[in-house]
């Protein structure tokens, strides 16, 4: 009888270490992902039109946070820029479909889009945190 | 005792997890604080361009070769901030396309200086020096027409923007010697508004007219490539008696005559305009208004156009005047003789031309007078 109570004691022990560890390490992981997004900060400083042709919209965005950032794409007026067609500007480079941005880099991206005159631009830029910068411009 | 044991091991792990988990938000709790501090300093920051916003260029080695080398003045109101990179876009010449302006130790094309990026609290007329390139120089300042948009980019993330050279605003512009004019502003009253016309350039008018001539109106020199507001009148037109009355009188509109001329070395043609004025009124019933206008017709060699036509048909030839009429609907000049003495009017107009082959170009003429009583 004894060693039945003590054999279904280190069971339920155990069960709940496990249960409690589970549940400590994604409260870290919770914790750790909120943290840095939290810590992200980006900024669309400037956007340039350009007339061309070829017509683009010249967008600059720096890392004003703590933590470096990875743009995944960019809306303008809700068509999606992502991957090549950012067109990110060296010295940023392409990883993995996303452009990074360490803390207080700017970077410039090259969208091929023909912008009707006067018109209104809603620029999101997003990121692999899911954050979001926008801005706002009336082309020339 | 054996199921005390459990239990209180089981409380035990509990209990770590919990302590564990606290200690998780306790760090995430600092950096929601951390963040929430850097965004109380971003916001903090204000910073203000100093006038004349940038002077120069003067010539500087470097850039390989010779600079032009621009000094923007700025106060910080706020918090110390850090410039991170300046844009500067122009319009026509100079930086057009954008000048995208990074830090620097030295002189060199498309930089500012390094060690000017530092602005305390509190400082006032910080000065920030510019480099472009020799073969690159901002448009002329002269006349005070906005050419130029600088926008100053903190390592915070804010942008503070100002327009170079600065927009003429109220009476600070009077001595500049460009699209502003300032004085005594002329007025002149028509018996209807049916026979409102030009006053004649030697004070004579239609019928019904009564102008009070004063000093010539500060006229406007200048560069060619611009227009220019030479002087305006204020016309007031009504039903029935003449004005002022006293007796409450209907007042219907008033027109405000705006004499141009075309300095440019091509026809212009006016397209569009308005007008906005800012009403100062002193006297028996003091207050301050805006009142909107639009442009109503067209004077050009004795000939009237209505506006919204062609204005006027082959264009304002260079060197010669054009007069506009603006209509400024739903106001009239206060009723009673007491309340007109001391009324100013201020405003600012702006004419959309397009000229010949080179697209649309906007004007501004700023208004400034002292509405005096005639004394006729």
């Given at each position: 009888m004894?060693l ?18 589970a549940?400590?390490g994604?409260?870290q ?10 810590q992200e ?6 956007v340039?039109?350009?007339k ?5 919209i ?8 703590a933590e470096?950032?990875?743009?995944a794409?960019?809306?303008v ?6 991957g090549?067609?950012m ?8 990883q993995s479909?996303?452009?990074?941005l360490?803390?207080?880099q ?9 912008w009707p005159t006067s018109?209104t ?5 997003a ?5 979001q910068?926008?801005y706002i411009a009336?082309?020339? | ?15 770590a ?9 306790d ?5 929601v604080n951390v ?8 916001f ?5 361009v100093?006038y004349?916003?940038?002077a120069g ?5 470097g850039?390989g070769?010779?600079c032009?080398q ?8 706020g918090i110390?901030?850090?410039i991170?990179?300046?844009y500067?876009?122009s319009?026509?010449s ?20 390094r060690?000017?990026r530092?602005?305390n ?14 073969s ?12 130029s948009?600088?926008y100053?980019v903190?390592t ?6 100002f327009?170079w050279?600065?927009?003429p605003?109220?009476?600070a ?18 018996g209807?508004?049916?026979s ?7 004070g004579g ?6 102008h ?5 109106l500060?006229?406007?020199?200048g560069?060619?490539?611009?227009l220019?507001f030479v002087?305006?009148?204020i ?6 008696d003449?004005?002022?009355?006293g007796?409450?009188?209907v ?7 705006a004499?141009?001329t075309?300095?440019k070395?091509?026809?212009i043609?006016v397209?569009?305009?308005?007008l ?8 028996s ?7 909107g206008g639009?442009l ?7 000939t009237?156009?209505?506006a ?5 048909p082959?264009?304002?030839t260079?060197n010669?005047s054009?007069?506009l009429i603006?209509r400024?609907?739903g ?7 007491d309340?007109?003495?001391g009324l100013?009017f201020s ?11 080179n697209g649309?170009?906007a004007a501004?003429?700023f208004?400034?007078?002292l ?6």
């Amino acid at each position: 009888m004894i060693l039945i109570t003590l054999s279904l004691a280190a069971i339920l022990v155990a069960w709940a270490g496990t249960s409690y560890g589970a549940f400590t390490g994604g409260t870290q992981i919770f914790f750790a992902q909120r943290g840095q997004s939290l810590q992200e900060r980006l900024v669309i400083e400037y956007v340039y039109f350009v007339k061309g042709p070829p017509s683009k919209i010249e967008v600059f965005a720096r890392n004003v946070g703590a933590e470096q950032i990875q743009v995944a794409a960019i809306y303008v007026n809700g068509t999606s820029f992502s991957g090549t067609s950012m067109a990110v500007k060296s010295p940023c480079t392409l990883q993995s479909n996303a452009v990074l941005l360490t803390v207080g880099q700017v970077c410039e991206f090259d969208l091929a889009y023909t912008w009707p005159t006067s018109s209104t631009m809603y620029i999101v830029a997003a990121t692999l945190r899911g954050n979001q910068a926008s801005y706002i411009a009336r082309g020339p | 005792m054996i199921g005390g044991m459990i239990v209180l091991s089981i409380f035990l792990t509990a209990l770590a997890a919990m302590v564990y988990v606290s200690q998780q938000y306790d760090t995430y709790q600092q950096t929601v604080n951390v963040m929430s501090q850097n965004d109380i300093d971003r916001f903090s920051e204000n910073l203000q361009v100093i006038y004349p916003g940038l002077a120069g260029p003067t010539s500087v080695s470097g850039c390989g070769g010779a600079c032009n080398q621009y000094d923007m003045t700025i106060s910080n109101l706020g918090i110390g901030i850090e410039i991170a990179r300046i844009y500067i876009n122009s319009t026509g010449s100079g930086c057009a396309p954008v000048c995208i302006l990074d830090p620097s130790l030295t002189a060199a094309a498309y930089t500012f200086k390094r060690a000017d990026r530092f602005v305390n609290p509190g400082e006032t007329v910080h000065s920030v020096l510019l480099w472009l390139p020799g073969s690159v120089a901002l448009p002329n300042p002269n006349p005070p027409a906005p050419k130029s948009t600088i926008y100053i980019v903190t390592t915070r993330g804010r942008v503070f923007s100002f327009q170079w050279p600065f927009p003429p605003v109220g009476q600070a512009l009077q001595a500049v010697n460009a699209n502003v004019a300032s004085g005594t502003m002329k007025i002149a009253y028509t018996g209807n508004d049916k026979s409102s016309k030009e006053p004649g350039a030697t004070g004579g008018g239609g019928s019904g007219y009564c102008h009070y001539e004063t000093a010539q109106l500060v006229n406007a020199g200048g560069t060619a490539g611009n227009l220019y507001f030479v002087n305006p009148w204020i016309t007031n037109t009504f039903y029935g008696d003449a004005f002022p009355t006293g007796n409450g009188q209907v007042v219907t509109t008033v027109y405000i005559y705006a004499n141009f001329t075309n300095v440019k070395s091509s026809p212009i043609y006016v397209t569009t305009g308005n007008l906005l004025i800012q009403v100062a009124q002193s006297g028996s019933s003091d207050k301050a208004y805006f009142v909107g206008g639009t442009l109503y017709s067209l004077n050009y060699k004795g000939t009237a156009y209505l506006a919204g036509t062609e204005n006027p048909p082959g264009g304002v030839t260079p060197n010669t005047s054009i007069l506009l009429i603006y209509r400024m609907n739903g106001w009239h000049p206060p009723s009673s003789a007491d309340s007109v003495e001391g009324l100013t009017f201020s405003g600012l107009a702006t004419i959309t031309n397009a000229e010949t082959g080179n697209g649309y170009y906007a004007a501004s003429i700023f208004l400034d007078g002292l509405y005096i009583r005639p004394s006729c």
